[in-house]
């Protein structure tokens, strides 16, 4: 089976039965199966602390299951190579850090790491990669610029960009768009958007905004408590009672004027008499 071919049922990700947790705490979720459609823009979201974080960590093996597996292209996750998984699967982390005084064309050079090897050397392709991906996420002024002086904004966007470096077939975005405003925010998931509808890359993005989420995603997974409450199109998942389930909050769904996808709408219940 090729990086790009689904495993039957048409998903390339998946978690079986998996307990996740870290040491000396109770586990984040147990018994936990979920599936990530192959081709798609999948957002998960949900409260804080809720475990979204910690099975994005768990689909791109940083993070081992104590029960249950992850699932890659029909096979253990655990029984690939290292290299063989960055090939198949990039990463933007909640957090990155980056080494002191690396620029930024340095880092995000990083990124051809998984492709070289004994006999392939940095070459001519791993170049106009480095700069294509600079390009399309807006960093190429910066690339000179050493990483420890930029603002958050700056560093996301570049880690992005070390990130597609990998050319992988599968990304993971822990809250792609923290330290971001509201138009960078755009940018972000509209890039992310074409990297899934325009070069096929399946996407898992962790956000913690419900109406971007909606707006973007083809498939969305709501959890509450390290569970899985709800999966499936926006359209068909997002409404004021999974909202109260899953946030406790009371809301408004209504389609969005611009898009006609979920919106919701908070209800202040200081001012807005509740039914």
Same mark, same amino acid.
């Given at each position: 089976?090729?990086?790009?071919?689904?495993?039957?049922?048409?998903?390339?990700?998946?978690?079986?039965?998996?307990?996740?947790?870290?040491?000396?705490?109770?586990?984040?979720?147990?018994?936990?199966?979920?599936?990530?459609?192959?081709?798609?823009?999948?957002?998960?979201?949900?409260?804080?602390?809720?475990?979204?974080?910690?099975?994005?960590?768990?689909?791109?093996?940083?993070?081992?299951?104590?029960?249950?597996?992850?699932?890659?292209?029909?096979?253990?996750?655990?029984?690939?190579?290292?290299?063989?998984?960055?090939?198949?699967?990039?990463?933007?982390?909640?957090?990155?850090? /980056? !080494?002191?005084?690396?620029?930024? *064309? $340095? &880092? @995000?050079? %990083?990124?051809?790491?998984?492709?070289?090897?004994?006999?392939?050397?940095?070459?001519?392709?791993?170049?106009?990669?480095?700069?294509?991906?600079?390009?399309?996420?807006?960093?190429?002024?910066?690339?000179?610029?050493?990483?420890?002086?930029?603002?958050?904004?700056?560093?996301?966007?570049?880690?992005?960009?070390?990130?597609?470096?990998?050319?992988?077939?599968?990304?993971?975005?822990?809250?792609?768009?923290?330290?971001?405003?509201?138009?960078?925010?755009?940018?972000?998931?509209?890039?992310?958007?074409?990297?899934?509808?325009?070069?096929?890359?399946?996407?898992?993005?962790?956000?913690?905004?419900?109406?971007?989420?909606?707006?973007?995603?083809?498939?969305?997974?709501?959890?509450?408590?390290?569970?899985?409450?709800?999966?499936? /199109? !926006?359209?068909?998942?997002?409404? *004021? $009672? &999974? @909202?109260? %389930?899953?946030?406790?909050?009371?809301?408004?769904?209504?389609?969005?004027?611009?898009?006609?996808?979920?919106?919701?709408?908070?209800?202040?219940?200081?001012?807005?008499?509740?039914?």
């Amino acid at each position: 089976m090729t990086s790009t071919e689904p495993a039957a049922g048409g998903y390339r990700l998946a978690a079986e039965g998996a307990r996740l947790g870290y040491p000396q705490r109770a586990p984040v979720s147990e018994h936990l199966d979920v599936r990530i459609p192959a081709g798609s823009f999948t957002v998960i979201v949900g409260p804080n602390a809720c475990g979204k974080s910690t099975l994005l960590r768990a689909l791109s093996r940083l993070l081992a299951p104590s029960a249950g597996r992850i699932v890659l292209d029909g096979r253990a996750i655990d029984q690939y190579p290292t290299k063989e998984v960055a090939r198949r699967i990039g990463l933007l982390p909640q957090t990155s850090v /980056a !080494p002191d005084g690396i620029t930024v *064309a $340095e &880092l @995000v050079s %990083r990124g051809r790491f998984p492709h070289q090897g004994l006999l392939h050397q940095w070459s001519p392709r791993d170049e106009d990669v480095v700069r294509a991906v600079m390009e399309r996420t807006g960093v190429t002024e910066l690339a000179h610029r050493s990483v420890d002086e930029l603002s958050g904004g700056q560093r996301q966007r570049v880690s992005l960009a070390m990130a597609l470096a990998q050319e992988t077939s599968i990304l993971l975005l822990d809250e792609p768009t923290t330290f971001l405003d509201i138009a960078h925010q755009m940018e972000v998931l509209e890039l992310c958007r074409d990297l899934n509808e325009v070069d096929g890359i399946t996407i898992v993005a962790v956000l913690h905004d419900l109406n971007q989420a909606c707006r973007f995603a083809t498939h969305i997974i709501a959890m509450a408590d390290g569970v899985i409450v709800g999966e499936g /199109a !926006p359209a068909e998942l997002v409404t *004021a $009672e &999974l @909202v109260k %389930r899953v946030f406790g909050l009371d809301c408004l769904v209504m389609p969005d004027p611009v898009t006609g996808t979920p919106l919701t709408l908070p209800l202040d219940r200081s001012r807005v008499p509740l039914a």
